[in-house]
């Protein structure tokens, strides 16, 4: 063979063979800090058994070598992987790394790690920068020794597949069972499920029967009754725990002992009593009536996890005579039209859910731990925790108020603590030279960033109060508030602390 062709034969095999970098993370000559995380997805039976015997396997792993120092166990208890967001043990797994005080993390999978790809290597890859080794049990990988890029993103890959093709698989059963009318019962204020009863339908579905709790229904009954008569919501609570009745169960008949109050929930131990919201919630619930109306809403997709209003975009189909009803089609009717024309003279929308501002979901009272609702939004938002304001004649918070004026100024000033900047056009500079993941990341909508630099450069731009309102939203996750102290948690998972004299 000449001397060309052996050339020519080398040329395309190299084409051919991977050149994907082995990287490894070394580890230091030291005894180590090490770490677990576990996760499950689910709150079922089976899944609460498994995170318990996780926790304590690895426990017992963490406690196996003196040699280490164990560092504990981050986890997270019925959350998905597909996702950052909700994920507070694998955030605060994440800071503590960012904060040194971390060597080496042991998880049982790679889809107990993360279920998104792009997440998957983006925390990798800012792990092994960090000098800090990550083992997964299950695949036998480990980053301290030379590992194959492709290989770990073919395996996280598959595991996000995995992901996609239960979500599609349960999507597909669920929607196949609703035109034949197979909904199963929900356990909702009024009703108690019969243990060993059943209703059978007539393609032989069967379904826990549930029958109306006597005292419970009552107060369903006076609800409607005086709504219908053009009493407020806040006025039928007040008079409901003035009477000291018992309100509905805080997060229905599914809560477990791992289960920990999401991020702007009431935290547990606070007794709230009755509230407009509970008013709301039961008024359109149209399960009172003993009819299903399937498909209100809806998950956009496997990856978000972001739940919408079904206006029109999937059928819906109303089962009728599915259980026994607690008040007549007819009331429930009559008031659907008054709560209709409530929500829109108040600033709601049809369904009833508020209009959202810019800052929604971001500020949260650290005594109660409910987010923070908005005032005069169409003029000098005033923003104020909603359990302090509530006027149900339970007094649960004493958090003060806050101007969006007074906010804006804390947050420039943390943007400008975080980026080392001298003012807020700086830190949005900086931030933007800079990759840093929104909060949108989760949705795969990566335009946030390219559209606050189109508008930052753009010579028509809007305002700069509008580009930097705009900004906020993008990079800060959170902002907790402590009298005159804020902690504002940005997406990156790291943290600043501003006092405001």
């Known amino acids: 063979m000449s001397k060309t062709n052996q050339e020519n034969l080398s040329n395309r095999q190299d084409r051919y063979v991977s050149i ?18 576990i996760r499950v997805s689910t709150d079922k039976k089976n899944q609460d058994n498994s995170y318990d015997t996780q926790k304590q396997y690895f426990y017992n792993l ?6 280490n120092i164990s560092g504990g166990i981050y986890s997270d208890y019925a959350v998905s992987g597909t996702c950052e967001h909700g994920r507070s043990g694998f955030n605060a ?59 770990l993103t073919v395996l996280a890959a598959v595991a996000q597949e995995e992901s996609r093709s239960i979500s599609e698989n349960i999507k597909w059963s669920i929607r196949k069972r609703y035109p ?23 393609n032989g579905y069967r379904y826990k029967k549930i029958l109306p709790v006597p005292q419970e229904a009552a107060v369903i009954r006076r609800i409607f009754t005086e709504v219908s008569n053009g009493k407020k919501y806040i006025e039928i609570a007040r008079e409901l725990n003035a009477e000291q009745i018992p309100p509905p169960k805080r997060h229905g008949n599914k809560r477990t002992k791992n289960r920990l109050p999401k991020k702007g929930e009431l935290k547990d131990g606070i007794y709230e009593g009755w509230t407009g919201r509970h008013i709301s919630n039961i008024v359109k619930n149209e399960r009172y009536t003993g009819d299903v109306l399937t498909q209100k809403t809806y998950t956009i997709d496997y990856l978000s996890h972001k739940v919408i209003a079904n206006n029109g975009v999937l059928p819906q189909y109303l089962i009728k005579y599915h259980h026994p009803p607690i008040i007549s089609r007819e ?15 108040y600033g709601h929308n049809k369904n009833g859910s508020l209009k959202r501002c810019n800052f929604s979901s971001l500020f949260i009272c650290s005594k109660c731990g409910r987010y923070y609702n908005v005032r005069n939004s169409s003029k000098n938002p005033i923003w104020f925790c909603p359990s302090v304001s509530r006027n149900n004649g339970i007094k649960i918070c004493t958090a003060h108020k806050l101007y969006q004026k007074q906010a804006v100024k804390i947050l420039k000033k943390a943007s400008e603590n975080k980026f080392g900047a001298k003012n807020t056009e700086q830190s949005i500079k900086k931030f933007l030279s800079d990759y840093t993941p929104t909060r949108n990341m989760c949705e795969n909508n990566y335009t946030e960033k390219d559209r606050l630099l189109e508008a930052f450069n753009s010579s028509t731009s809007p305002a700069l109060s509008e580009i930097i309102d705009n900004y906020i939203h993008a990079v800060v996750l959170s902002v907790t508030i402590a009298d005159s102290r804020y902690s504002v948690e940005w997406v990156d998972g790291s943290s600043t602390v501003i006092q405001d004299n």
């Open 20 to 37: 994907a970098d082995l990287t490894s993370t070394p580890l230091p000559d030291r005894p180590l800090c090490v770490v677990a995380y």
């Open 62 to 67: 963490l406690s196996r070598y003196p040699q």
């Open 93 to 151: 797994l994440l800071r503590k790394c960012r904060e040194g005080g971390i060597d080496r993390i042991i998880c049982k999978s790679i889809s107990r790690f993360s279920r998104n790809t792009t997440v998957f290597l983006r925390t990798l890859d800012m792990l092994h920068k960090m000098g800090i080794s990550v083992y997964f049990e299950k695949e036998n990988i480990d980053t301290a020794i030379p590992v194959n890029s492709f290989v």
């Open 180 to 202: 034949t009318g197979e909904v199963p019962n929900e356990p909702i204020y009024g009703y108690r499920k019969c243990e060993n009863e059943y209703s059978i339908i007539g």
């Open 331 to 345: 009331l429930f009717k009559k008031v659907q039209l008054i709560r209709i024309n409530n929500s829109l003279r």
